[in-house]
T-cell receptor, first 116, second 112 residues
Framework: DAGVIQSPRHEVTEMGQEVTLRCKPI?????LFWYRQTMMRGLELLIYFNNNVPIDDSGMPEDRFSAKMPNASFSTLKIQPSEPRDSAVYFC??????????????FGQGTRLTVV | KQEVTQIPAALSVPEGENLVLNCSFT??????LQWFRQDPGKGLTSLLLIQSSQREQTSGRLNASLDKSSGRSTLYIAASQPGDSATYLCAATQGGSEKLVFGKGTKLTVNP
């Protein structure tokens, strides 16, 4: 497996524009996580899905952020409208559950978002 | 709510030294705890996963321990090498969920 694949790797956009980040989890994994990393706040969980269903979106900053998982192999994180304070590295991760045990979480390379 | 703290924030050691990185967490009802490595500008690489029923895990020169009762985990690196230089992150699940909560990391520099 190629691991968790995120696109784009870098995104520069103007304030007010819509931004869509994409993630392909590892095949067979049934958990998908979206994280945001900044120098000030470190890694913060935004939302996670289990079997394509959002389980916990309490970390989504505000209504400008939305995430979808239409199928087991694809997820998007959308920001509309974008603001300079959204500038960060956004990571997608996936994991699976075998019985009552979770496997380790595997992370993508991240999308570095800059909103100017 | 789970909170994860890592001390120290930065550590610089000479090559060959054995070292310990510390992680503490507030909610002991964890499913598991994971240690990651992050190189500058890169994603996170999983190093070790310790399930809640386990006390330690080993991989090569790395050994991670878990003490749920005291809310602590340590990552022991033996015979450190310059290639070990990176930021090491600890993450613990939040009670009753798969949500991983991260510490701010320890930036390790191993000097040749």
């Amino acid at each position: 497996d190629a691991g968790v694949i995120q696109s784009p790797r870098h995104e520069v956009t103007e304030m007010g524009q819509e931004v869509t980040l994409r993630c392909k989890p590892i095949s067979g994994h049934d958990y998908l996580f979206w994280y945001r990393q900044t120098m000030m706040r470190g890694l913060e969980l935004l939302i996670y899905f289990n079997n394509n269903v959002p389980i916990d979106d309490s970390g989504m900053p505000e209504d400008r952020f939305s995430a979808k998982m239409p199928n087991a192999s694809f997820s998007t994180l959308k920001i509309q409208p974008s603001e300079p304070r959204d500038s960060a590295v956004y990571f997608c991760a996936s994991s699976s559950r075998a019985g009552h045990l979770n496997t380790e979480a595997f992370f993508g390379q991240g999308t570095r978002l800059t909103v100017v | 709510k789970q909170e994860v703290t890592q001390i120290p924030a930065a550590l610089s050691v000479p090559e060959g030294e054995n070292l310990v990185l510390n992680c503490s967490f507030t909610d002991s009802a964890i499913y598991n705890l994971q240690w990651f490595r992050q190189d500058p500008g890169k994603g996170l690489t999983s190093l070790l996963l310790i399930q809640s029923s386990q006390r330690e895990q080993t991989s090569g020169r790395l050994n991670a321990s878990l003490d749920k009762s005291s809310g602590r985990s340590t990552l022991y690196i033996a015979a450190s090498q310059p290639g070990d230089s990176a930021t090491y992150l600890c993450a613990a699940t939040q009670g009753g969920s798969e949500k991983l909560v991260f510490g701010k990391g320890t930036k390790l520099t191993v000097n040749p």
